[in-house]
């Protein structure tokens, strides 16, 4: 039988109950005072009132287990949501605004904003290094999409480009990404890959007892100074792997990310190239091969959408 088939993806009470075990494993906590006493919280019944609603008898305001996460404000069903989260949950590539707009039954604009909340959940919290004593960290950097504005005038170490007009990536936007062999995966956009951008994303998220391996851009010039190790290959001469020493790794994520982006989503706003790295490296560091299935990935992505809201429209900054 489909796990699909389960009560909490058909049935509205079922999903707030699975979302309450989880979210509140011991018991019910007012998010507007942090009251968890279950004497002072008692659960509201009644024909008019909503589903999942509680009532704080120390600040004396109603609250759901949706107040504080990314469902907050929704008027989207929640057994709606937990399809949306393991549809996502399950799909290696990806899994189209279009698509869940098809397959939910939702509009298309409640697809689109949908997505994106559950991509806030799949973002990482925390960022503890890669790597460690002995271990193997790779760095790579690539390029998807054309960056929004006016095209660069020159290259990013400042010099104008040939009468060829060849912009090579200056135009594109630039990518960094980090892989721990037979571990994590960690993307950052940056707006231009130079070597003080990219020296210090490598330098605070990668242990410093790290071997860490390269190819022979420039970028990674003098790494040696700040880790255990740091070799690289040269691909300019045909060299793409010396024993141990290569960046097949990242480079294998960047495809699936690409393979993604050019075949499930199509386009994407640089605005939210974010979110969509958040999504493609939760998928991978919550891959088969670390003991992580379909399920258990759509849990962690349940359980990393407390604390985090995101409104439609940002607002502006006084």
């Known amino acids: 039988m489909s796990i699909l088939s389960e009560p909490r993806f058909h049935c509205e009470e079922a999903a707030y109950d ?47 287990v949706k107040v504080g996460t990314i469902f907050e404000s929704s008027h989207v069903k929640m057994h709606l949501w937990l ?99 037979k571990g994590k995966v960690r993307y950052f956009h940056i707006k231009q890959a130079t ?42 001469t045909g060299e793409f792997a010396r024993e141990k020493v290569h960046s097949n790794t990242i480079e294998s994520s960047f495809s699936i990310f690409k393979r993604g982006m050019r075949g499930i989503y199509q386009h994407c706003g640089e605005s939210h190239l974010h979110r969509y790295l958040a999504e493609f490296s939760f998928r991978h560091n919550h891959r088969s091969d670390l003991g992580w299935n379909d399920a258990d990935r759509a849990t962690s992505m349940l359980m990393g959408a407390i604390g985090k809201r995101l409104t439609y429209e940002v607002p502006e900054k006084a």
């Open 18 to 64: 699975y979302i309450e075990r989880h979210i509140w494993p011991d018991g019910p906590i007012c998010p507007h005072c942090e009251e968890c006493d279950s004497t002072r919280i008692t659960k509201l019944k009644g024909k008019s009132t909503r589903i999942g609603t509680y009532k704080c008898k120390t600040c004396r305001k109603p609250f759901t």
């Open 195 to 236: 070597k003080i951008n990219v020296a210090k994303l490598v330098k605070e998220n990668i242990d410093r007892e790290s071997s860490l391996y390269t190819d022979e851009s420039r970028l990674y010039k003098g790494m040696d100074q700040h880790f255990a190790e740091h070799e690289h290959v040269r691909h300019s």
């Open 83 to 181: 399809q949306a989260i393991y549809l996502m949950a399950s799909s290696k590539k990806g899994f189209s605004s279009n698509q869940l707009h098809r397959t939910l039954g939702v509009t298309l604009k409640t697809a689109w904003f949908m997505s994106h909340r559950i991509r806030e959940a799949m973002r990482e919290g925390i960022l503890l290094p890669l790597g460690g004593p002995g271990k193997i960290v790779e760095a790579d950097e690539t390029y998807y999409g054309k960056i929004d504005g006016p095209p660069p005038e020159a290259t990013t170490s400042g010099r104008p480009f040939t009468s060829s007009g060849r912009k090579g990536p200056s135009g594109k936007r630039a990518i960094l990404g980090l892989h721990e062999r």
